[in-house]
Structures are given as C-alpha cells and as structure tokens.
T-cell receptor, first 107, second 114 residues
Framework: DAKTTQPPSMDCAEGRAANLPCNHSTISGNEYVYWYRQIHSQGPQYIIH???NNETNEMASLIITEDRKSSTLILPHATLRDTAVYYC????????FGQGTTLQVKP | DGGITQSPKYLFRKEGQNVTLSCEQN?????MYWYRQDPGQGLRLIYYSQIVNDFQKGDIAEGYSVSREKKESFPLTVTSAQKNPTAFYLC?????????????FGPGTRLTVT
C-alpha cells in the first residue's frame, strides 16, 4: 500500500504556480519524499526528492513541513506541457507508486 | 546517449506463450526494477534487483520471472502462468544519491496477449 495521500485531480492556469499537496503522516525518520510525474503513455520522470529540508531544482521546488507529515511540490510557472499525473512517494528504495494527482494545466 | 532502453515498444502474443521483455541501461546503475501499469492505475512493482545475480519479488511477482546476469540488463519473462498479462510494462534503474534512490524509467513496452 502507498504511504501517501494525494488529491486525485487539480487544475492550474498556464503561467501560474501549481501547488501539489501530499500527506505522508506515517513517514519514518530515514524515508525520503520523492516526486515523479508521468505524461500519458510514457515512463515516469523523476522530479525531485527531499528528506527534511526544502529543495529546489530546475524543474520544481519541494516544501516539507517541519514534522515531515506532509509536503508540497511547486511548479513555479506551469505550462501546458506540465499536464501529467504527479506521484508523491515515500520509501527507502523500493518506491511504491499510488494513484497520484492528475494535474491539468489550462490555457 | 545515456539512458534506459526497452524493446519492443509494442508486443503482441498469443495466450499460452512465454514472452521476454528487454531492458538495458548504460547509466552504470546498480539497481533495476520492473513495474506493471494497467489503464488508469498507478505502477505496481513486479521484481527488483539491487545487485548483479540477485533479485527480489515485488508486490505482484506471480507469473513473472527475471534474471540479472549483467549489470546493464534486467530482462523480464511473462510466463503463461500470468493470468492477465496484457499491460504496460516499465523498467527503471536507480542511482543512490546521499541515501536516496533516484529512479530513471525507460519508455515502456505495451504487451497485448490475445
């Protein structure tokens, strides 16, 4: 069973920030939070991961709460090409994918 | 070009036949994985291997077999014992960065068994 809870779908206007939430209340101390996305009929793409601190890379930012029970993936300026299913995963190596959040970026 | 290749992209087989899906990586990653994805669903782990000549069952290993004779290669055989083999199969490999596993996926093989 996935250890995370995500909303099944979200909409975002093109050019605006997309904030995707994830709850992982049972996370243990050595488990990382990973985010992947999957565009239709393609293999998932790694986005970012973090342990305790907030992280940023060229694709996104990851904000992890101080108690580590939830996190938010931020796509700062969403484009139509960011329309995809976004998976939040908590694990130590096996990576169990849940249902994810379908993000629809609209013009 | 570094990456993960899976071939073929589409595969058709008759029921009762075994079929082997190819997965090759030139990323020098130690760990490799096989997932299955059904329409509208998330990924389910079939098998994974963290080192050559060793592999572990995932959540849905029944009806599948793997081998890991080389670091670069992790073929998956879908046997006739797999009751519902039609699906999208994804292979991945991962590198370990500071204790975290970053997985990189291949393009997938869509298997149809009739």
């Amino acid at each position: 069973d996935a250890k995370t809870t995500q909303p099944p779908s979200m909409d975002c206007a093109e050019g605006r920030a997309a904030n995707l939430p994830c709850n992982h209340s049972t996370i243990s101390g050595n488990e990382y939070v990973y985010w992947y996305r999957q565009i239709h009929s393609q293999g998932p793409q790694y986005i970012i991961h973090g342990l305790k601190n907030n992280e940023t890379n060229e694709m996104a930012s990851l904000i992890i709460t101080e108690d580590r029970k939830s996190s938010t993936l931020i796509l700062p300026h969403a484009t139509l090409r960011d329309t995809a299913v976004y998976y939040c995963i908590v694990d130590t190596g096996k990576l169990i994918f849940g249902q994810g959040t379908t993000l629809q970026v609209k013009p | 070009d570094g990456g993960i290749t899976q071939s073929p992209k589409y595969l058709f087989r008759k029921e009762g036949q075994n079929v082997t899906l190819s997965c090759e990586q030139n990323l020098n990653h130690d760990a490799m994985y096989w997932y299955r994805q059904d329409p509208g669903q998330g990924l389910r782990l079939i098998y994974y291997s963290q080192i050559v000549n060793d592999f572990q069952k995932g959540d849905i290993a029944e009806g599948y077999s793997v081998s890991r004779e080389k670091k670069e290669s992790f073929p998956l055989t879908v046997t006739s014992a797999q009751k519902n083999p039609t699906a999208f199969y994804l292979c991945a490999s991962s590198k370990i960065t500071g204790g975290a596993y970053e997985q990189y996926f291949g393009p997938g093989t869509r298997l149809t068994v009739t």
